[in-house]
């Protein structure tokens, strides 16, 4: 084999994750909508692209499971089901809470000081109250945790499940209510881990996810019965 067939093009695979990223953010702030389809023409028009870096996108996200591919229909936004959304949370639970205690245990000062800063700038964007500087601060939270956590692996389940997660979370977040007990919720995650008590930070951490699962699943349960 001749060692030019293992050159890659290092700028279309720069474009193709800068598109797989535009549209993965688009569907987690809502622009477009679970169930929505997505048609290759009209994205290449909105992002400036051809179909290629297009198609490969959508084939990335549809691995993530953020998209859903049907026979004469194409590509469309998943949907989640109330068993899956359950069942993500409760795995979610288990892994951040893993995550918040190896934070506290192994997090730098450095880290936590980040963290801190994260937490400071949700609480800012709560109050703007702009849904996608509220969603990139808790995606900006989230991934604080996982550096903290140091461990590679938790890292990649927990984005694999964030992904999914975030076809839930703006609509979680904007339930009357749910945004203070929020911040409230990632405050005690911050000063445990501040504090290196690792039990706690977990237990923080867990009780934050359960609280998000039950507002995400009572909207789940309520959509259902309403298309019923």
């Given amino acids: 084999m001749m060692e030019s067939d293992l050159q890659i093009a290092k700028q279309s695979a720069t474009l193709r994750v800068k598109v797989e990223e535009t549209l993965r953010q688009a569907i987690a ?7 929505q389809r997505l048609v290759e023409r009209e994205l290449c028009e909105m992002l400036g692209v051809g179909r290629t870096s297009v198609r490969e996108a959508l084939r990335q996200l549809e ?14 936004v998943s949907t989640i089901t109330y068993e899956e959304a359950a069942q993500l949370y409760t795995v979610r639970a288990l892994l951040e809470g893993f995550a918040g205690q190896q934070f506290a245990e192994n997090g730098t000062a450095q880290d ?13 964007a709560a109050e703007s109250g702009v849904g996608s500087r509220l969603i990139d ?12 956590s140091k461990n ?15 076809l839930l979370r703006m609509t979680s977040m904007t339930q009357p ?11 005690e995650i911050a000063e445990a881990i501040k504090n290196r008590n690792g039990p706690l930070a977990a237990a923080a951490c867990k009780h934050h996810i359960d609280q998000a699962a039950k507002v995400a699943l009572e909207y789940l349960r ?3 019965v309403n298309e019923s």
């Fill in 29 to 35: 702030k809502g622009r477009f909508k679970p169930g």
């Fill in 63 to 76: 691995a993530e499971g953020i998209i859903t591919s049907f026979p004469h229909k194409g590509p469309v």
């Fill in 112 to 124: 936590i000081a980040t963290l801190q800063a994260a937490v400071v700038e949700f609480e800012a």
């Fill in 137 to 148: 601060a808790k995606n900006a939270f989230y991934n604080c945790l996982m550096d903290g």
């Fill in 152 to 166: 590679v692996f938790v890292r990649q389940l927990l984005t694999s499940l964030h992904n999914r997660i975030n």
């Fill in 177 to 187: 209510g749910r945004l203070t007990h929020s911040i409230a919720e990632i405050k």
């Fill in 222 to 224: 309520k959509n259902a």
